[in-house]
């Protein structure tokens, strides 16, 4: 089954200061990949998904910004953070049963 | 258009009660239904899915999920709660994408 990396696991950052999440999956080829944001107590907010190289679907317009560079890695990035981007952020990979599988989150503090 | 409702966003029982977290679902074609958990600072880990076989679906650490067409509803349950059971819990249903509702916390008084 595929297992997701993601890191760091845990960011404190000023405000104005530049972002990068990664994610990295194993155990599978040309899969979904998904990034997620939980802020404080709520639910998931879908952000980006692609479903290939270079291909990025943004559901929510932002500050945020998403690349694919290789089949298996997912970027999450921000020229310039806002206190707003504090947040838990999942990365996801579907799987060819039907379900998700996700990351361990990285949790994001802007200060 | 695909959505969950989970009804109650904090559930709260007794150690070894009977544990029922409400989900109903929105769907135009036949869904597929999921059941995540969510530890503190963790990733969420699938507990179970409904991919239309079996309408009551056994997941992960004793909970099971019975899918109700007539109520549009797949309800979370486990007979006995334990204290390693509180977390957040999701349900989620697929279209072209996943929809998840907005979580219930379970807390397990011991």
């Known amino acids: 089954s595929q297992t997701i990396h993601q890191w760091p696991a845990t960011l404190v950052q000023p405000v104005g200061s530049p972002l990068s999440l990664e994610c990295t999956v194993e155990?599978?080829?040309?899969?979904?990949l998904y990034w997620y944001r939980q802020a404080a107590g709520r639910g998931l907010q879908l952000l980006f998904y692609?479903?290939?190289?270079?291909?990025i679907s943004s559901e929510v317009p932002q500050n945020l910004s998403a690349s694919r560079p290789q089949d298996r890695q997912f970027i999450l990035s921000s020229k310039k953070l806002l206190l707003s981007d504090s947040g838990f952020y999942l990365c996801?990979?579907?799987?060819?049963?039907?379900?998700?599988?996700f990351g361990e989150g990285s949790r994001l503090t802007v200060l | 258009a695909q959505s969950v409702t989970q009804l109650g966003s904090h559930v709260s029982v007794s150690e070894g009660a009977l544990v029922l977290l409400r989900c109903n679902y929105s769907s135009s074609v036949p869904p597929y239904l999921f059941w995540y958990v969510q530890y503190p600072n963790q990733g969420l880990q699938l507990l179970l899915k409904y991919t239309s076989a079996a309408t009551l679906v056994k997941g992960i650490n004793g909970f099971e999920a019975e899918f109700k067409k007539s109520e549009t509803s797949f309800h979370l349950t486990k007979p006995s709660a334990h204290m390693r059971d509180a977390a957040e819990y999701f349900c989620?249903?697929?279209?072209?994408?996943?929809?998840f509702g907005t979580g219930t916390s379970l807390t397990v008084i011991p």
């Open positions: 692609s479903v290939g190289i270079g291909q």
């Open positions: 989620a249903v697929t279209g072209n994408q996943f929809y």
């Open positions: 155990g599978t080829s040309n899969p979904n």
């Open positions: 996801a990979c579907d799987s060819y049963t039907g379900e998700l599988f």
